[in-house]
């Protein structure tokens, strides 16, 4: 589908279903679905054999690799990173033969965060913002902001910067982005940004 009205750029080989909305800037690369009733913002772009589901909400420039199905539930916030392969449920207790329609968990994804690569996320969780969900990691609980977790299931290992690095807080609680020069503080459990 690619129409020369569209804002948007869709690979012939993807199937956009009517009914959803898809923001100025997205690009749709090959052998994806995007379902009715889902809501993609500005400048995403969704990698090869993707699958939004129905109610799936995108904010902007949010990036999905390929190979990645987002159910009905999940919510992604501004800047989020979706690895390679890696999996949202939406059922806690699925079974073939029971009717589960509708009892879908919803699954929040704050700003900015990380999904890495075979990562699995359990529904019913919240990733909170720029938080950093490492490689294979299995999440089932709810995730800090700035929280490194890795590991099944996903046990938190450290915090990350804005920028992707690993924090260091010395003796005060404080911490510098070797990229950014961002400056952290950790406080009762807590990171905030302090200053830029």
Known sequence: MNDNNANFFVHETSVVDPGCSIGKGTKIWHFSH???????????????????SPGVILGRN?????????????????????????????VTNP????????????????RGATIGANST??????????????????????VPDYALMIGNPARQRGWMSEY??????????VAICPESNDVYRLSA????????
């Open 189 to 196: 459990g807590v990171v905030e940004k302090i200053s830029k």
């Open 121 to 142: 996320i359990v529904c019913g969780h919240t990733l909170g913002r720029f938080s950093f969900i490492g490689a294979g990691a299995v999440v089932t609980r709810d």
């Open 62 to 90: 949010v990036k999905i690799q390929n190979n990645v199905s987002v159910y009905t539930g999940v919510v992604c916030e501004d800047d989020v990173f979706l690895g390679p392969s890696c999996v949202f449920t939406n």
């Open 95 to 110: 079974r073939s033969n029971v009717n589960r329609r509708g009892d879908y968990a919803k699954t929040i994804v704050r």
């Open 164 to 173: 992707g690095h690993k924090l260091k807080f010395d003796s005060e609680g």
């Open 34 to 52: 995007i379902m009715t009733g889902c809501e993609i913002g500005e400048n995403c772009n969704i990698g090869q054999n993707v699958v939004i």
